[in-house]
């Protein structure tokens, strides 16, 4: 069956710092995966998609960025964090084909001090 | 204005009542999901539907194309069922929209 891990949990920064989050699936291929962000009452937000190993589509300018060094891999990064960076991040992956539902990580709740 | 609207925002019930949560959508769909997430955070798939009806024990999903409407029913609800659900869409090129939530609160 197919897993999605999605690590830290939570995650406390101060302003400026480095960011590196990682998600990895299994028992799946050629997966298209995403990065969402999630506010205080406000629906999800997509940050990035990527539908194979190093292609990336952002969706929202901001100062983080997303690599895809490996089919099942998929790492949300930034070289200096904001304040309002904080939230609720969740990667998520579909199967490739139309109509496939999307499965979501646990989330990481990223508090940036 | 988005392109997925859900409503109520927020709602509170007795145990045991019978819950609607509504969803409408302008943009064309391949299909229409509803999720639900709990308090800790993660996020998982109720349903999948294109067309009619699907029901999985106490939670029933309905989808009418035409009006781009869809409602999820909750019967006898429980404490257990609060929660924040979400109504999703996707299109042809499974790109995701998302409503903002509906959160549940079922009292005892």
């Known amino acids: 069956s197919q897993t999605i891990h999605q690590w830290p949990a939570t995650l406390v920064q101060p302003v400026g710092s480095p960011l590196s989050l990682e998600c990895t699936v299994e028992?799946?291929?050629?997966?298209?995966l995403y990065w969402y962000r999630q506010a205080a009452g406000r629906g999800l937000q997509l940050l990035f998609y990527?539908?194979?190993?190093?292609?990336i589509s952002s969706e929202v300018p901001q100062n983080l960025s997303a690599s895809r060094p490996q089919d099942r891999q998929f790492i949300l990064s930034s070289k200096k964090l904001l304040l309002s960076d904080s939230g609720f991040y969740l990667c998520?992956?579909?199967?490739?084909?139309?109509?496939?539902?999307?499965?979501f990580g646990n989330g990481t709740r990223l508090t940036v001090t | 204005k988005n392109e997925v609207e859900q409503s109520p925002q927020n709602l509170t019930a007795q145990e045991g009542e019978f819950i609607t949560i509504n969803c409408s959508y302008s943009?064309?769909?391949?299909?229409l999901h509803w999720l639900q997430q709990h308090p800790g955070g993660g996020i998982v798939s109720l349903f999948m539907?294109?067309?009619g009806k699907k029901k999985h024990g106490r939670l029933i999903a309905t989808i009418n194309i035409q009006e781009k409407h869809s409602s999820l029913h909750i019967t006898a609800s429980h404490p257990r069922d609060s929660a924040v659900y979400i109504c999703?869409?996707?299109?042809?090129?499974?790109?995701?929209?998302f409503g903002t939530g509906t959160s549940l609160t079922v009292i005892p």
């Open positions: 999703a869409v996707s299109d042809p090129g499974n790109q995701f929209y």
């Open positions: 990527s539908v194979g190993i190093g292609q």
């Open positions: 943009v064309g769909i391949s299909a």
């Open positions: 998520a992956w579909s199967a490739r084909r139309a109509n496939s539902p999307l499965h």
């Open positions: 539907l294109s067309s």
């Open positions: 028992g799946t291929s050629n997966p298209n």
